[in-house]
């Protein structure tokens, strides 16, 4: 089974501060790893997610995830946030499957983003 | 592209009564997925299913909660009687088959339930 610990329920920053927002996972199995966003009164969409590869991954707004095996880490970043990103963000694992087969996607807790004029 | 639909956005009953929710998902999206979101978690996986068979409904409290997708389209996840703890986001999601399992889930806007 996997696990999935976002350590800061809350973070209230300034607009054009940096941010990262932290994801620890557990799991016994090689993970693929996900980081949802949810806008006030919007579903969850994907913002990004790691599958192989590079392990930083990025954004088309600006965010970037990097993706730490011996940490079980996959961090979320922005150099510079703006109002807009003001949502709550969720970290994501699913085990890896071979096939067409889905594992559970499991989510953290959430982090609230609240950017700041 | 439509997405994810859920109804009713909202609903209040009382305890021990019934109430159930409805989800059609992306045309072409075999997976269909029901999450329960309570305040301050993360969505929790009720049930999934692969067309209209059931992969995984673990999570699911089976003495109170139902699910179904009969023709392999859209659902209903119906809770029967209602307990104050069930009061949460009701999520719906549909995702494509496809290798390796990083496919995206797209959500709907899911469906408030208030248990009082």
């Known amino acids: 089974a996997q696990s999935v610990t976002q350590l800061d329920s809350q973070v209230p920053v300034f607009e054009e501060a940096p941010v990262e927002l932290r994801c620890n996972y557990s799991?016994?199995?090689?993970?693929?790893l996900f980081w949802y966003v949810q806008y006030p009164n919007q579903g969850l969409q994907l913002l990004l997610k790691?599958?192989?590869?590079?392990?930083l991954v990025e954004s088309i707004n600006g965010f970037e995830a990097e993706f730490n095996k011996s940490q079980t880490s996959f961090h979320l970043r922005k150099p510079s946030v703006h109002i807009s990103d003001t949502a709550e963000y969720f970290c994501?694992?699913?085990?890896?499957?071979?096939?067409?087969?889905?594992?559970?996607?499991?989510f953290g807790q959430g982090t609230i983003l609240t950017v700041h004029p | 592209e439509a997405g994810v639909a859920q109804s009713p956005r909202y609903k209040i009953i009382e305890k021990r009564q019934s109430v159930a929710f409805w989800c059609n998902p992306i045309s072409g999206h075999a997976t269909l997925y029901w999450y329960q979101q309570i305040l301050g978690q993360g969505p929790k996986l009720l049930i999934q299913?692969?067309?209209?068979?059931?992969?995984?409904d673990s999570q699911l409290p089976k003495d109170r909660f139902s699910a179904e997708r009969l023709k392999g389209v859209d659902s209903t996840l119906k809770i029967q009687p209602a307990k104050l703890e069930d009061s949460a986001v009701y999520l719906c999601?549909?995702?494509?088959?496809?290798?390796?399992?990083?496919?995206?889930?797209?959500f709907g806007e899911g469906s408030r339930l208030t248990v009082l």
């Open positions: 790691y599958l192989s590869g590079s392990t």
């Open positions: 999601a549909s995702s494509l088959v496809s290798a390796g399992g990083g496919g995206e889930l797209f």
């Open positions: 994501a694992v699913r085990a890896r499957a071979g096939g067409t087969s889905y594992g559970k996607l499991t």
């Open positions: 299913f692969q067309n209209n068979g059931v992969v995984d």
């Open positions: 799991s016994s199995v090689s993970v693929y």
